[in-house]
């Protein structure tokens, strides 16, 4: 008999029918636990972004997620041609054997693939699957798209470039003033490492004082507003320099918590409009000058003339000696005008044979007030003659802007030498040294730019060089250099002789002065300038036939024209002006002998329209020197007087 029927119960049957039954509970439980997994598991596959399949261990595809099918154009179920398909799309020749070595056991480092068809790229995982032992089921592949990623850090990198190549600085900065990064513009120019840069403060860079100067501005853009102003700050690697400074806000959301600061350096802007500033104001001196020098000349012509009256009417006495003195003060007055003209570039040159020994000799004392009593100043000229084809003023200027240059760099004294000589190969030198600073070679590169100077603000214009380096051009020269800083400076200038010699002085005697007995008709709206230029034609013998302007000349002309052998007009008149009269009596007579003169300068010349012509005089026009042209125009070939 049984135990339990020997008992006479059912117990221990009623226990384990009880055991049984709670554990088909918890097997049904963890079977409905684990189909709740493996719907989870296909739940996620299917909503998963990467790409992934499954191997088993002869590595047959188990399972595809549709990312992945989509991917390779299958369908989640079709997966015999999964692996050719990897192999042709990515370019991947040996996918079997890596697969192998995961499922053996092997470690797969990561590696990006390209999707040949679409361009995209990819980063490749493969691992081991493993079961619930541990041990190796199969392989997993992922394929991650990191196009955009890619693509992003292309984009990052371009844009680091431009953050880098950029010739502004750059950098950022956060709620701590404390820096973040730097562009190399920034770096340089502080001469500071990106590394010991970054964790350092504005504060700690810039110091307290100029901190506190822009501290109020950079809490401004930290409460979101674009701060832009100009300032000034002394560069260790490029010293003062003009900036314009930009804060921008970089926002976290809504929150500021960095600030971006662009500095564009100004300083080469403010230059060109200082520099544009000057020009405008030369422009202006310079048309202010055109209109001085027209009046000035007619009064200087005034002068001469009747300085040369008074020679005239007194030879030999002590009227005539001052009546020469005047004179002489005429031609100075006149290359001081010339002076002017030729530094406001409203004067052509004007070449004519100069003694250039004569010329440094006669400027020896004015020259000797330019600099001050501790710089002694010697002279040597050549013991032979050199002339050279000049203009005389502006030749003179050269000197005065390089004598003033040489005054300059010698606050403390020194000594200033001008030397003239002969060269072999037919040209005359110019020296002009001096003991005084010197110029670093950076300077000498640059010595000749306009508005370039090295002066203080409102000491120098920065023209004086130049302006001699353009006027040596000119004459067919050359002006060098050389300096080293503290042995002073040495300019050279190389001109070449001419065969031609210079006219003579005149005297103002009798005997020089061209005359004549024909009819002038005399054409000026200057009233001094016509009873002057009358009185002088007359005392030399000469018939004047005198009109205020144009149209009372015409008149004159159709009523005496056939008495008239030569018309002296001035050019600029009102009403009809001297090259329109001279067009007119031409069309009635055109071998008519006309000479024209003027007090305005050759630049306002040219925007009246009146072209350069051989029979022009500017005034202040020399009496004989007059007296000579109107001869030599009623002497010409082909001329009849009336």
Request: hydrophobic residues 40%; negative net charge; contains cysteine.
């Amino acid at each position: 008999m049984h135990y339990f029927q020997q008992r006479g119960t059912n117990e221990p049957l009623d226990h384990a029918q009880q055991e049984l039954k709670a554990a088909r509970l918890e097997l049904q439980a963890k079977s409905a636990e684990l189909e709740r997994a493996r719907n989870d598991l296909e739940n996620f596959l299917s909503c998963a972004w990467t790409a992934t399949a499954f191997f088993d261990r002869e590595l047959r595809p188990t399972r595809l997620t549709p990312t992945l099918a989509q991917l390779l154009d299958l369908s989640p179920d079709d997966t015999g041609e999964l692996l050719p398909k990897l192999c042709r799309r990515l370019d991947w020749p040996n996918a079997g054997a890596e697969l192998w070595s995961v499922v053996g056991g092997a470690v797969a480092p990561e590696r990006e693939v390209t999707d040949l068809q679409t361009g995209h790229q990819f980063l490749l995982r493969l691992f081991p699957y493993l079961n619930a032992e541990g041990e190796t089921e199969g392989a997993v592949l992922k394929l991650i798209d990191i196009s955009d990623y890619k693509l992003a850090d292309q984009r990052l990198l371009e844009y680091r470039a431009v953050f880098e190549c950029t010739g502004d600085m750059i950098y950022v900065f956060d709620r701590s003033y404390r820096f973040l990064l730097a562009n190399k513009a920034y770096l340089e120019c502080h001469r500071v490492r990106h590394e010991e840069l970054v964790d350092r403060t504005v504060h700690d860079l810039l110091g307290p004082r100029l901190f506190a100067e822009i501290k109020g501005r950079i809490d401004a853009c930290f409460a979101g507003e674009e701060v832009i102003f100009e300032s000034r700050y002394d560069y260790p690697a490029k010293g003062v320099r003009d900036i314009l400074i930009t804060y921008t806000p970089l926002k976290n959301g809504d929150r500021v918590d960095r600030v971006a600061c662009l500095i564009k350096d100004m300083t080469e802007r403010t230059q060109l409009e200082e520099q544009l500033r000057h020009a405008q104001k030369m422009e202006a001196i310079g048309t202010l000058a055109g209109g001085i020098a027209h009046d000035f000349n007619n009064l200087l012509t005034v002068i001469a003339g009747y300085a040369s009256l008074i020679q005239f009417n007194s030879q030999g006495s002590e009227a005539a000696s001052m009546a020469a003195e005047i004179q002489g003060s005429v031609e100075r007055a006149a290359e001081m005008t010339r002076g002017l003209l030729a530094f406001s570039r409203k004067q052509e040159v004007n070449l004519m044979p100069v003694e250039l020994n004569q010329l440094v000799e006669g400027l020896h004392k004015s020259l000797r007030r330019l600099i001050t009593e501790d710089i002694e100043l010697a002279v040597e000229v050549s013991s032979v003659p050199l002339i050279v084809s000049s203009d005389k003023g502006q030749l003179e200027q050269v000197l005065f802007n390089l004598v003033v240059n040489a005054r300059d760099a010698m606050p403390s004294g020194g000594k200033l030498l001008i030397r003239t000589e002969r060269l072999q190969l037919n040209h005359a030198l110019i020296t002009v040294a001096d003991t005084g600073v010197g110029m670093s070679r950076e300077v000498q590169d640059r010595v000749f730019e306009p508005f370039f100077t090295t002066k203080e603000l409102g000491v120098g214009t920065g023209l004086g060089l130049s302006t001699c380096y353009g006027i040596i051009k000119k004459h067919n020269g050359i002006i060098e250099l050389q300096s080293e800083p503290g042995a002073g400076t040495v300019f050279s200038i190389y001109l070449p002789l001419s065969e031609e010699l210079p006219e003579a002085d005149s005297a103002g005697g009798r005997a020089q002065w061209a005359t004549g007995n024909e009819t002038v008709l005399l054409v000026e709206d200057d009233e001094t300038v016509r009873t002057m230029t009358r009185l002088l034609l007359q005392h030399n013998g000469y018939r004047v036939l005198c009109a205020r302007e144009g149209e009372e000349a015409l008149n004159i002309f159709a009523e005496q024209g056939d008495g008239v052998d030569l018309l002296l007009t001035d050019l600029v008149m009102p009403r009809l002006n001297g090259t329109e009269l001279g067009l007119r009596i031409h069309a009635q007579r055109p071998d008519f002998p006309t000479i024209f003169m003027s007090g305005y300068p050759a630049d306002i010349m040219s925007q009246k329209g009146f072209a350069a012509t051989v029979d022009y005089l500017a005034k202040p026009i020399k009496p004989e020197l007059l007296l000579r042209r109107i001869r030599e125009a009623l002497d010409a070939p082909g001329v009849a007087s009336a």
